[in-house]
């Protein structure tokens, strides 16, 4: 099966920046789309970026322009980072791939466990 590990969340000021890695491990033949979604406390989990294998990205209108979502394909690793930091962005931040192929099986989706980002005023 497939795993994914998040490291990289924590404690930070307002303003800060922080960088989120989530690599994805088993016998992976391929990952189409890796990203990063968020849930603070009380709220539903949301979009906060993705980014797919030929390089099309999607970001939440609310990070655009602070944050930066990348991925190294041969490695199964996807990026977050994360700058002008606000207290708003405190939250789990959780990595999910989509459309993963571990052959001969095509899998819809995988998650990570999360990260916890806590952003202080």
């Known amino acids: 099966q497939v795993q994914l590990v998040e490291s990289g969340g924590g404690l930070v000021q307002a303003g800060g920046s922080l960088r989120l890695s989530c690599e994805a491990s088993?016998?992976?033949?391929?990952?189409?789309?890796m990203g990063w979604y968020r849930q603070a406390p009380g709220k539903q989990r949301e979009l906060v970026a993705t980014l797919t294998r030929d390089g099309s990205t999607n970001y939440a209108d609310s990070v655009k322009g602070r944050f930066t979502i990348s991925r190294d394909n041969a490695k199964n690793t996807v990026y977050l980072q994360m700058n002008s930091l606000k207290p708003e962005d405190t939250a789990v931040y959780y990595c999910n791939a989509r459309d993963v192929v571990v052959r001969p099986t095509r899998y819809l989706e995988f998650w990570g466990q999360g990260t916890l980002v806590t952003v202080s005023s």
């Open positions: 088993g016998s992976i033949f391929s990952i189409n789309a």
